[in-house]
């Protein structure tokens, strides 16, 4: 086995400061068991602060449940500060007033924040909210506050079954309505309460199909200001790159084919919950340990888990439970693992959400035709 | 009485893989990397040295490097330092 070269502590950590939303959004990965977790006190998350920074942590990324919901969400953002960190928030935006606005004026917390994300699904309330229940006036409320007051803010639109015919509308929106920049999408995935409502919510390979139809003509119309990770959109490249590849011979270098590769999340970063739980991501909830009772630095270095997620990158795709016989394997990464887990318990194995395979079989052609 | 150097407390310096060293202005979110030299320089900067001590101590540290082959480098060095805002000097 090649020996990995592993950066001494983590660069950033996503962090869930509490379970509590005031939503109960259709899609949240972070629903169910979740929220019968305890939210750590004040007191442990800003010890847990200081010991991100003695590990030298440069940045992390505040959400929940809903961060504003903790009375001393400010409390936490000096804590961060003083422990010489960055810190970006992600919110569903619905409880952001001009007071909030008030307290990122005290000390750094404004220099130190590189952004905050708010999630809108929809270019007027009936389609949001049917995602995203009784938040959209709310949520544009405090994203239009943001914008104004000239914070870096920035929006997550995740794609699903009842915003499909409203991209464009988001997108004017955005983009021409509120002047943002840019933003950002992914989609639905049948994790947490995304499970229980799939058949709602999210999009079969056929409506995949159209989102990424849309989305590709939302990228000619506004060039460089639509960003994708996951979803249907970053799907237009990344199967263009799978049939081009298979086309050719020619691989592309921008991620590794034929091996289980995505997701190097695990060489950079971590996740703790809101109770306190280290995982390697708030999506791939394998418990490594609790920030209240063990070291961060330890586990980074030595758990498993962690080792055995870094490794995955050695697993030919045809070695992938599932995946043997599958044309693609050469060309395939597997995709993100927190939803195999989900599934399967076992994040060695081909994410079926992202399946090119079950994608043309379903649709009866691939992106190239 | 020569300037002495001051390192800015607010940075972080991490150690890389591949012998590289990290430094981070949270204040700006501005990084830059550096090898094992350039981050023992600025360990240095404690406030208590000037420049010829510190290509001193560095000369020491790391045997075989010649005093007036780096000095001039160590001295451009803390000067982008500074106007990162890595370090400060203490006239």
Redesign the interface.
Known sequence: MADL?????PHSIDISLTGRCNLKCKYCFYANEMTALTDLSTEKWLACFEELGRL?V??VTLSGGEAFTRPDLFELIDGV?AN???YSILSNGTLITDKTLEQFAVG?RR??L?YIQISIDGSRPEVHDASRPNSFTRAVRGLRLLKEAGFPVTVRVTINKHNLHDLENIAALLLEDIGLPSFSTNDAIPMGSGCQNEQEIALGPREQLEAMDIMRRLLERYPGRLNAQAGPQAKIQMYAEMEHARRTGEKTTRWGMGYLTACGCTFSKLAILHDGTIVPCNMLTVRLGNVTTDSIREIWHTHPVLKAMRERRFIPMQEVPGCANCEWAPYCNGSCPALPYTLYGDFNRANPHDCYRRFIQEVGHGVAQ | MPARYLRNPDIVCREEPFDQWLFFNPDTNNRRFSNAVGAAVWHLCDGTRDLSQIVQEICQTFEGVPLDDVTGDIAALLQSMEAEGFISRIE
């Not at chain 1, 070269?5 to 502590?9: D, G, K, S």
């Open positions: 070269t592993l950066t001494p502590t030298n440069m940045e500060i010489r960190m960055r750094k220099q130190r590189n």
